[in-house]
């Protein structure tokens, strides 16, 4: 039972989400289940119980924490884990703060960080709702939830545009283990600005930017920066990566409402090193160097991937689909040996 301070407080905070594009039916169930839960069930929150009974998949989910957290509904925590025993080592209350490396006493060994594997993000309901219980104030219970990875945060559209602050330190790089980029460029863009001028071109680049925008959001991704008129987008799997690349292209080859915009793109994913770039969150490494090798390829209207998207298991159900499938060996740019890479076209 909430006290009447906490009632004031929450009412005025779900007054505040309400205006941040939440639905009012899933407000409900979230106010049902702050004031229903089990305290000791709220610090932390268990991510899959919140998922189950909000019915909401991960990336939803992760999304309406995200929103709890920025209305004052709930805390957040980051927090380094052991590989060997999952007990936490550090706890940071802003990425920034999160080290590239840490040491666990109980197994006496140290380990690198893995944004994908081992800082796990912990929700707690906001005290000013609900203390934490004491049987849990000290207690372990208190971190272990493993269900929320610093990549979910990272690929999430919400996180990047709203929590601008989270950032990695300067002179840090965080390693993630394997991350999905896609790159995609406009072909032909120099004679579309000489063709209809620099105004209208660039109505049409923007549109086209607000559509990647919607789809790779859709698609549980989010858009790391754009160059020029290229966007550079990552997500935490192969599969929703692939999707969101063959939505893109079916959105503008086969819709016909702007025949003037051809995308050219490729996929690829890897390893990276999570960095502070201009005061934002970017990639560094190999594999992003080659998924924007692997763009280049593309001859617009298709989709180039490389061969860890190729044989990543959950991206066989999007390659069904697709009507040719080409395979080359490809030069690459700072690559010595030809690389393995696939196009996806909507045509035979």
């Known amino acids: ?3 009447n301070d906490a009632l004031t407080y929450l009412n005025s905070r779900m007054a505040s989400l309400q205006t941040d594009r939440v639905e009012p039916e899933l407000a409900v169930k979230l106010r049902d289940y702050i004031t229903k839960t089990d305290p000791e069930k709220l610090h932390p929150i268990r991510s899959e119980d919140f998922r189950k009974t909000l019915g909401l998949s991960k990336y939803p989910a992760v999304t309406l924490l995200l929103k709890s957290v920025k209305h004052g509904l709930m805390d957040i925590d980051w927090s380094t884990c052991c590989p060997k025993c999952s007990g936490v080592t550090h706890h940071a209350s802003s990425l920034n703060t999160v080290e590239e490396a840490s040491f ?4 006496d060994v140290g ?3 893995s944004v994908d594997e081992n800082l796990q993000v912990i929700f707690s309901v906001s005290e000013n709702l609900i203390p934490v219980p004491e049987s849990v104030r000290n207690s372990q219970a208190m971190a272990h939830d493993h269900g929320i990875t610093g990549s979910d945060l990272l690929n999430n559209a919400y996180f990047r545009h709203n929590f601008s602050n989270e950032v990695v330190s300067e002179d840090r790089g965080l390693k993630i283990k394997n991350i999905t980029l ?3 460029d406009l072909k032909g863009s120099t004679e579309l600005y000489e063709k209809i001028g620099d105004l209208n071109a660039y109505r049409i680049v923007r549109e086209h930017f607000g559509i990647l925008d919607e789809i790779i959001g859709r698609n549980n991704g989010t858009v ?3 160059i020029g008129d290229a966007v550079m987008a ?4 192969s599969e929703d990566g692939l999707n969101a690349g063959i939505e893109i292209q079916e959105h503008f080859t086969l819709s016909g409402k702007n025949p003037s915009v051809v995308i050219k793109m490729g996929l690829h994913a890897g390893p990276a090193l999570v960095v502070n770039l201009n005061g934002k969150i970017d990639y560094f490494g190999s594999t992003v160097n080659i998924a924007a090798r692997v763009q280049n390829l593309s001859k617009g209207g298709d989709v180039f991937i490389s061969k860890s998207i190729f044989d990543d298991p959950r991206s066989l159900k999007y390659l069904r689909k697709m009507p040719a499938i080409f395979r080359y060996k490809a030069k690459l740019k700072g690559i010595k040996e030809d690389y393995q ?3 996806l076209n909507r045509k035979k």
């Open 234 to 237: 990552s997500f935490s799997n």
């Open 182 to 184: 896609l790159f995609t």
């Open 111 to 113: 380990f690198d960080l």
């Open 341 to 343: 890479v696939y196009q």
């Open 224 to 226: 790391v920066k754009t």
């Open 1 to 3: 039972m909430l006290s």
């Open 104 to 107: 666990c006493p109980m197994c």
